[in-house]
């Protein structure tokens, strides 16, 4: 099956930092990626599309100043958390929709920690 | 809004037992129900579902739509150990991207 890689996998930071994470798509193009946070025992949040050559949309809620996304190209997409706070600890889980059939793939996600 | 409910949240069963797991939904323009396996990382796919009544099978898994009453189950059989897991349901709207909304999730634990 295809591929979906995040790194890092694990980061902690302190507050007030900026942390940045990629999702690549290994072995496919990927006009359209998904960024999802998911908090401990709790179903994964979308956050927002990631559209390859244009701006994010973001979820209701979801502040596009805090969580930037740049989908500078067809295998990349990052998210970086500007000034981060501990409530914004989570795992970050990526996903990539590769055609004709749109499937998605998910990334291994990346555990965030801010201390 | 659209809305995903899983039930149980939470199911404890012995080794060799049958499990149903419930998905409920109420979205605008339905297109597609998946279930997805959620061990310690992210979720792998399992099936998805368009049409109801077709039932989908791999293995001791097999999952059923019903678009009339809104609602989807994912059966196990001959459960294992292996099969402990977070397990999640998610739909797809039309003209929605391939976006996701899932529901809460149902942890599935087997005691040997």
């Known amino acids: 099956g295809a591929v979906v890689s995040q790194h890092p996998s694990r980061v902690i930071c302190k507050s007030g930092t900026s942390v940045k994470i990629e999702c690549r798509s290994l072995?496919?193009?990927?006009?359209?990626m998904f960024w999802y946070r998911q908090f401990p025992k709790q179903s994964l949040m979308l956050m927002a599309t990631?559209?390859?050559?244009?701006?994010?949309?973001?979820e209701q809620g979801v502040e596009k100043d805090k969580f930037l996304i740049n989908h500078a190209s067809l295998t990349l997409s990052t998210l970086t958390v500007t000034s981060a706070h501990p409530e914004d600890s989570s795992f970050y889980i990526c996903?990539?929709?590769?055609?004709?059939?749109?499937?998605?793939?998910f990334g291994p996600g990346t555990r965030l920690t801010v201390l | 809004e659209d809305k995903v409910v899983q039930s149980p949240l939470s199911l404890v069963v012995h080794e060799g037992d049958t499990v149903t797991l419930n998905c409920s939904y109420e979205?605008?323009?339905?297109?597609?129900l998946l279930w997805y396996k959620q061990e310690k990382k992210a979720p792998t796919f399992l099936f998805m579902l368009?049409?109801?009544?077709i039932e989908k099978k791999s293995g001791r898994l097999s999952s059923i739509l019903d678009k009339k009453e809104l609602f989807s189950i994912l059966n196990i059989t001959a459960t294992q150990t292996g099969d402990s897991a977070v397990y999640l349901c998610?739909?797809?709207?039309?003209?929605?991207?391939?976006?996701?909304?899932f529901g809460t999730g149902t942890r599935l634990t087997i005691i040997p």
């Open positions: 996903s990539a929709i590769r055609g004709p059939l749109n499937e998605q793939f």
């Open positions: 072995d496919f193009q990927a006009t359209t």
């Open positions: 990631s559209n390859e050559g244009s701006k994010a949309t973001y």
């Open positions: 979205v605008t323009n339905f297109r597609s």
């Open positions: 368009t049409s109801s009544g």
């Open positions: 998610a739909v797809t709207i039309n003209f929605g991207n391939e976006k996701l909304t």
